[in-house]
């Protein structure tokens, strides 16, 4: 194919990843009410910008257009995370002419890894979100007054969770490059305690809060992810040497 069929066919790709993301957030922008709810349960009740109306929290914005411009920015993230599946396909159907065989038949088992990972990811993050804005709402409250307002709260939950997600991929990654010979399953073994005392030093680092629980949680998810990971390249080096 020539560099104009690369960019006809990129393009034609881009146009239905788009239209799943717009798909998966105008579904997200009908039901924000739920999702906004749910994204505010790690919010402490003593926050000052958390108010009860009826048993639902709410949180402060600042402007006329603020709450508007938040569930905007909610929908399209969501819709993008709903949408992992159709922009992942079709990301292996761009690349996939310029793989080798070997690596094409790997190809359905990463992206469907992938997928779950990324969702584990989420899932952690979330159960941890509520021990760092914990420990950042209670530093310095003698002296503050915290006013949160929807676009920094929802800002900060994004991008936490964004984080796991990203780093769940830790067995992919690793198993990716084993696949591809720059590591092998040796060379993991082999270095194993300075990869794991490395992952602790890093989850100190990941999570934004001073508290002990977030590198804890971080620290003992690498550790299963990166054993999930010599697993993963274990059963591929197994079956490649079983064809």
């Not at 929908?75 to 995370?81: N, R």
């Not at 088992?109 to 941890?128: D, E, K, R, S």
């Amino acid at each position: 194919m020539s560099l104009v069929d690369h960019l006809e066919e990129f393009r034609g790709r881009l146009f239905f990843c788009v239209v799943a993301v717009v798909i998966g957030a105008s579904v997200a922008f009908l039901i924000y009410g739920p999702i906004l709810q749910f994204l505010l349960t790690p919010l402490p009740v003593k926050a000052n910008a958390l108010v009860a109306d009826g048993g639902k929290p709410k949180i402060a914005v600042t402007g006329i257009g603020e709450g508007f411009g938040v569930v905007l920015k909610l929908a399209l993230a969501v819709g993008i995370a709903l949408a992992t599946p159709v922009w992942m396909y079709h990301l292996w159907g761009f690349i996939a002419p310029a793989l080798t065989p070997r690596e094409k038949r790997h190809a359905l088992p990463f992206t469907l890894t992938a997928v779950v990972l990324f969702v584990a990811g989420l899932t952690v993050g979330f159960v941890t979100l509520r021990y760092p804005i914990n420990w950042l709402l209670g530093f310095g409250d003698q002296y503050f007054v915290e006013i949160i307002t929807a676009d920094n709260y929802f800002t900060f939950v994004a991008y936490f969770l964004l984080a796991f997600g990203v780093t769940f991929e830790l067995p992919l990654v690793l198993t990716f490059l084993a696949v591809i010979g720059v590591v092998s399953l040796q060379t993991l073994r082999a270095h194993r305690a300075h990869i794991l005392v490395g992952l602790w030093i890093a989850s100190c680092f990941i999570t934004p809060g001073a508290d002990p629980y977030s590198p804890l949680i971080v620290g003992v998810a690498f550790t299963v992810l990166y054993f999930i990971s010599e697993g993963l390249i274990y059963i591929i080096d197994a079956a490649a040497k079983a064809a």
